[in-house]
Structures are given as C-alpha cells and as structure tokens.
C-alpha cells in the first residue's frame, strides 16, 4: 500500500524493477527516445534524476508490463475485482451475501476522505519550473501525458459526481502564453465535455484542477471504463489501499492531498486556443485544431515532488499494458453491458479505436435452411453504441458454433470470418458518422464511417495459401504478397485525390473481373508496401485500419447494390497513404545517437537492454 509515489519507487526499486538515469538528460526528444528505447526492450522503470531546466525528477515506464503493473497493485487486486465485479453483476450479493459482504466493507472503507489545509506540504510553483517533456519532433511543445484531470458537475457538486480522466495537456508551444494558460484536448461526450457543456449553458467558468502524481493507483484510476455508478476517486482508494485524501484552497479548487502537483484553472465559456500537433497512439501526428484553452489559477507542488510520464506512439506502447490492465480489472463487464456478447477485442496494434474483433451468440434464425447473421447485428449495433467502442470504424463479429474462437488469435479469427462470410449479404454500412478524434482517415475532425463484418454457419469457401493468378501481372498493381489465408496486399500507385483513386479502382476491379472468379481471394488490401504490410500481423492491422475510412475507401469486385444493400465478390481496403492523412510519427535520428552515450559501459542504463 503506496501513500506517495516516491514510496512506490523505492519498492520498485527494491525488487529489481526500477533503474535511476543519474546523467542531465534532456526534456526536449531526448527522455522520450530513452523511455521508447527501454519500453521496447521490456526494461524497468526510469527514475530520472537530474532533468535538465528543472529541479524536479520525472519517472517513466511505470506501467510498462502487466507484470510490474499487477506488482505494485499485489495487496489491493483482488478486492478490487470484487468490488468491480460486484457493480457488474449486482445479483451476484443477493446470491451469495455473506461471501460478498467484504467487497461492500471494502468500497465503504474506500470512501475519499476531506481533509483540512489543503495546500499544507505544497509550495507554489509555475508552469515553467516543471519537466516541460516534447515527445516526438513535430509536436508542438510540452505536454502532460499523465494526468488526472478533476472536473465537478456544475449542477451537483461535490467530489462522489465529480469525473476523474486522462486528457492531455498542452503546456508550451504554440499561442500558450507562459505560465497563464494551457490546453486540454478532449472529445465533448467525456466526462469533463458533459460539465464544460453544463457551465456553458450557466454562463459559469469551469473549475479544473489538474493533479499529476501520486499513489499509481490514482494515474490508473483517470483512465478506468468503471460501471455506472462507481466513482474514480473511490476506485483509486479501493487500489491503493487508502482513502483518496483531499480539500479545497482559498480559491475554491480541489486539491488531491497525495498528488506530486497539482495545477488549477478554469475554462471560460467559448475559449479556445490552437492545440497540437502531438504524436498520438495511432502511430500518427494528431494535428492543430481548436480546443478548450484553462486559465491557470495556481500551480502546486510538494517538496521532493516526482512526475510521472509516458509515451504513446504506434502501439504496442505503455499504453497497451494499460489497456491489458484494465481488461483484467473489469474482466466480464461488457458482457453484462450488451447482451449476447461474449468478446469484444479493441485491437491495440491497429490504434485501439479502428478495429474490433467481437464474438457474439446467434440464435434468431435457428430454422431457416441458411444460417444468417441476424442476433449478431443486433449485438454489433449495441457494441457500436457503447462508450468508447463507439468510436470504432472497422467491426468483424462472428457467432461462436461448433469449435471454440478467440478474437486474440488474430489470424485465425479472420481466417473464420473470411470463410464464412456472405460479401453480398454481411457487410454493414453506418455513414457520415463519428469517429476518434484522433483519427485522420476520415473525411473531417471526428467524421468517418463505421462497417460491420458479420459471420455464421457453415465455411462458404477454402482460402488461398498464395496470391491468386488473378493477382499476377496487373499493370500498375504490383507485388501481391499473402497476408494472411484469403488476403492479400497489393501495391497500388500514387493518386492526389478521391476521384483518382475511384478511377484507380475502378480500372482494378474491371481487371481482376475480367481475369475469372476468385472467391478464395475474399480480401484485398491495397497499400503503398505490400513487403511492409505482409510482414506482420501487426503491420497488416495497423497499415490497414488506421489509413482507410470503410465509405471511401472500400471498393469491390462485381460490386452492385441492392435496395441500397451493397455486396460484392471480393472486397478491396485501400490503405494507400491519403493526401490528408497525419504523418507517422518518425524518430530523431540525432537524438538516437546523443542518448546511446547512457547504454554503454559508464552509462546508468548499461545492461538494460
């Protein structure tokens, strides 16, 4: 049980698995390219001491496997599933009350407990005095990657309605003026978008206080998908171990107790100011746009304060250990959020976001002569409905029947999906809809698409093994390359707009048709590398689904509608770059070589990769 952060490193420490960087290293790329470097390799935690422009440590890696993760969480797990558990399925008490009685003592224990002299053992700082961290080369200056962002509900106050989550925080760059206003990038339907719409409405400056550090129960805490009902701020004292201990300054703002810093500010009705652009966890730049600019208020923090950081990139990042983390904890809860369901599996390696790879029962048609996906577009419509699944473009859902599936066995999942799916019957479009902010593939900020592959019944069709003849030779598509059974990548030439590439495809698909069937081809993925895109399932699924949007850019093969269904016989993905796509996120060649002088003989992190 961690009352600090500093109390959690020295026990990381102690059991091998934190390592301290006693040279100046540079906020500016240098301390990203060290983390990304040992992140990689599965290395420990990095204590950085000496952070050049600051007095104040930073530490990285902390949740960078689920080994460690679940390591500084060993004493308060399993009571914490219990209580999750128990909020997922609230009939499990009325069942079994006495083996239950101890999850219900352990959520009132977790209550968090108000305090007085909120800001004792703080001192006040400014915005420039912290680790100002610039992760990749294009970003637009320092950011906050974790934070703990506290917002209270304008019509309810009070800390059991307030909303804890991660968004990120601008601190320099762009219109920022120093140490007076900062930015926070967040989607409207977020907890703190719903309070800032509220404050609007009143006419009201939002109060936010921005907490860094801390117990990492409270880090995890700002990112948790809990079940309605179940307050952040007691699910960080159910982790810890310890109430989460707070109080209010002079000026009316919540103070955690606990945290390293804390900064504090308000948004002000219609203020915005340019944010970005950051290396996000597609593996992409996100770009400037708009977003809610916070006056700064007061900036916290304690004596010997440490702060925390990561860094996303193309996944697998640290992030993904989060995301692993949070699957354990919650375990089931999607299955009691939408019925029927008994997977859902937001793939990491293609953003999280794009992809969902779902299992699902079938039960309506259980008559008919040909199985077809009915129940199973019931459940995708509920999947896509639902939090931060919403948010996906690509949905693959099948009927588990007679032989076990998982939807973490990637390849094997598709190849399910691909033999048994209809073209002309199970695929479904949702248009001119929403998607992740941070996604570029689609046609506008927030503006995409959404398709849903669904599959039952009896195998349709053997896969090719190879690229199909069909495929060999075509004038201006080169270089077929097997992806996986029944798909393959295609090279396809530069285009400078939309209707190049339709007039592109168009020419494609008239080629192959004339070629002859090739229904043990039903998927094609057109890229700008077919080498680089078959290398890998991780290639396919990010190269794939980060660069296409399913409206515009999925073509077919003696396609044709039918009362506005579309169908055809083998469907085309163009993943090919798009003139409006971010750029993907590249390292700093120069960095690389000054950080390697820390890897050698001499250097802290000698022997850690």
């Excluded at 083998?570 to 971010?582: E, F, S």
């Amino acid at each position: 049980m961690y009352t600090t952060l500093e109390s959690c490193l020295l026990d990381l420490e102690r059991h091998g698995h934190l390592v301290r960087v006693r040279e100046e290293v540079d906020p500016e790329l240098e301390m990203a390219a060290i983390h990304l470097r040992v992140f990689e390799a599965g290395g420990p935690a990095l204590l950085f001491e000496n952070v050049k422009g600051s007095s104040y440590r930073a530490v990285s890696n902390l949740f960078g496997t689920i080994e460690r993760s679940k390591f500084m969480f060993r004493q308060t797990w399993d009571s914490t599933q219990n209580v999750i558990a128990l909020r997922n399925d609230p009939m499990k008490a009325l069942k079994n009350p006495f083996r239950h009685i101890s999850a219900a003592t352990s959520a009132i224990k977790a209550l968090p407990l108000k305090r007085g002299s909120s800001v004792s053992g703080f001192k006040e700082i400014q915005i420039t005095d912290l680790p100002l961290i610039k992760h990749w080369p294009m970003d637009g200056g320092a950011f906050v990657t974790l934070p703990q962002v506290y917002t209270e509900d304008p019509d309810k106050a009070g800390i059991m309605k307030a909303n804890l989550g991660m968004y990120r925080v601008q601190l320099t760059g762009n219109d920022y003026t120093a140490n007076e206003d900062i930015g926070l990038h967040y989607q409207i339907h977020r907890g703190i978008g719903i309070h800032q719409h509220k404050a609007n409405r009143k006419g009201e400056p939002l109060k936010v206080s921005i907490f860094i550090g801390g117990p990492p129960a409270h880090t995890l805490s700002a990112v948790m998908p809990l079940p309605e009902g179940l307050s952040e701020l007691l699910f960080a004292g159910l982790l810890s171990g310890r109430r989460f201990r707070y109080g209010y300054d002079a000026d009316g703002f919540c103070i955690s107790h606990d945290a390293d810093f804390v900064i504090t500010g308000e948004i002000h009705p219609g203020e915005t100011k340019p944010e970005g652009p950051f290396g996000d966890h597609l593996g992409y730049y996100s770009l400037i746009h708009p977003f809610p600019m916070m006056r700064v208020r007061k900036v916290y923090a304690k004596q010997n304060a440490i702060w925390p950081f990561t860094v996303v990139g193309r996944p697998p990042q640290e992030d993904t250990a989060f995301g692993d983390l949070i699957h354990q904890l919650t375990g089931g809860a999607v299955k009691q959020e939408v019925p029927g369901v008994k997977e859902v599996h937001a793939v990491d390696a293609a953003g999280v976001h794009p992809l969902l790879l779902a299992i699902g029962s079938e039960r309506y048609t259980p008559y008919t002569k040909v199985k077809q996906p009915a129940e199973l577009l019931t459940i995708a419509n509920r999947i896509l409905g639902t939090g931060q699944l919403s948010l996906a473009k690509y949905l693959f859902i099948a009927a588990e029947e007679e032989q076990p599936l998982s939807t973490h066995h990637i390849s094997e999942f598709f190849s399910y999906i691909l033999e048994r799916i209809d073209l002309k019957r199970d695929i479904h479009f949702q248009t001119n809809t929403t998607i992740d902010t941070l996604d570029y593939s689609g046609s506008g900020l927030n503006q995409g698409s959404k398709v849903v592959f669904a599959a039952c019944g009896d195998k349709k069709r053997e896969l090719c093994m190879e690229a199909p003849e069909q495929l060999q030779g075509l004038r201006d598509f080169v270089n077929p390359r097997l992806v996986l059974p029944g798909a393959v990548a295609l090279e396809g030439p530069t285009f400078s707009s939309y209707s190049d590439a339709a007039q592109q495809l168009e020419e494609l698909t008239n080629a192959i048709r004339m070629r002859g069937d090739m229904p043990e081809c039903p998927l094609i993925i057109l890229c700008d590398d077919s080498n680089f895109l078959s290398e890998s399932i991780d290639n396919f699924l990010w190269s794939t689904f980060t660069r296409s949007n399913p409206s515009h850019d999925m073509y077919g093969v003696n396609a044709e509608y039918s009362y506005k269904h579309w169908g055809c016989d083998n469907v085309i993905i163009d993943a090919r770059t798009k003139p409006h796509h971010a750029p993907p996120l590249i390292l700093d060649q120069a960095v690389e070589k000054r950080i390697e002088k820390l890897f050698t003989k001499n250097g802290s992190l000698n022997g850690v990769l």
